[in-house]
């Protein structure tokens, strides 16, 4: 850990953030399906390649060499796809506290951030630690069938912590709209995975780039006709309470 810690600032990397919410990984049952936990030379991972030439050139040969240089040093040789799950299980101490934290935070002295963080206790704990900010986060829904969502867990956080600690917000962000969205629930501001994905998936930094486009002008859409003139001015009188309907 101290040796990936040091990696990282000499890399120039200046947060660091800790993902609490996988100490096991989930029930995938699609990645089972379609061969993406399986072994690296299954004939189904074959054929898919087979059938989408293009993306066979581009990762499967341009891409090479298909090693996973985080953690090929620990292992004292390349490791790729193959062993790394086994290697992963090995490896992979899933009793993370408190404790494991305040010694991260001794040897990293820039800002830190907890990944993770669904229950406004846990937030509370966050901002006692001194945790520079908190994700508010379910792993994209990947991690547990049903689990709260962090729209539904971000108000009751936002009305425990606002103002100590720099609230952020992910999972199930798809649009502007959803940004706006999730500004109004109390994050200061959002995190954005598979649409990145998907962007850059199918047309690289362009794709990328156009997504950026696509979710500023839905957020101004979304900030004009909610009369917020200003990030800032976002607020939960921007939503509709469902609930009093």
């Known amino acids: 850990m101290k040796n990936a810690l040091e990696r990282a600032k000499a890399a120039g990397c200046s947060t660091l953030v800790f993902t609490v ?41 341009h891409g090479k060499p298909h090693t996973l ?3 090929s040093n620990y292992m004292g040789k390349p ?13 992979f101490d899933p ?6 934290l305040e ?15 669904l229950d406004p206790e846990d937030a509370k704990d966050a901002v006692r630690f001194g945790a520079d900010g908190i994700i508010v986060s379910n792993h994209g829904g990947r991690q547990l069938d049903g689990v709260l969502s962090s729209a539904k867990a971000l108000p009751s956080i936002a009305d425990a912590v606002k103002g100590e600690i720099k609230i952020l917000a992910d999972s ?15 994050a200061d501001c959002t995190m954005i995975g598979r649409s990145f994905v998907y962007a850059l ?22 900030m004009t006709l909610t009369s917020n003139a200003k990030i800032s001015d976002i607020g939960r009188d921007a939503l509709v309470d469902l ?3």
Not at 40 to 52: E, G, P, S, T
Not at 82 to 91: K, P
Request: hydrophobic share 45%; charged share 20%.
């Open 21 to 61: 919410d996988m100490p096991t990984p989930g029930a995938r049952y699609r990645d089972m399906h379609s061969g993406m936990s399986g072994p690296y030379k299954d004939i189904r991972r074959v054929l898919q390649a087979m059938v989408h030439p293009f993306w066979a050139w581009d990762v499967g040969i």
């Open 69 to 71: 240089g985080n953690v």
């Open 79 to 91: 490791i790729d796809l193959n062993n790394y799950i086994g290697w992963l299980t090995d490896n």
């Open 95 to 100: 009793s993370i506290s408190w404790k494991d």
């Open 103 to 117: 010694w991260i935070r001794e040897f990293w002295d820039g800002p830190m951030v907890i990944k993770g963080i």
């Open 172 to 186: 199930g962000i798809r649009n502007g709209l959803d940004v706006v969205r999730m500004l109004a629930l109390g």
């Open 201 to 222: 998936s199918a047309a690289g930094q362009a794709g990328v780039e156009n997504l950026l486009d696509i979710f500023l002008k839905e957020m101004k859409v979304a």
């Open 243 to 245: 609930s009093n309907l």
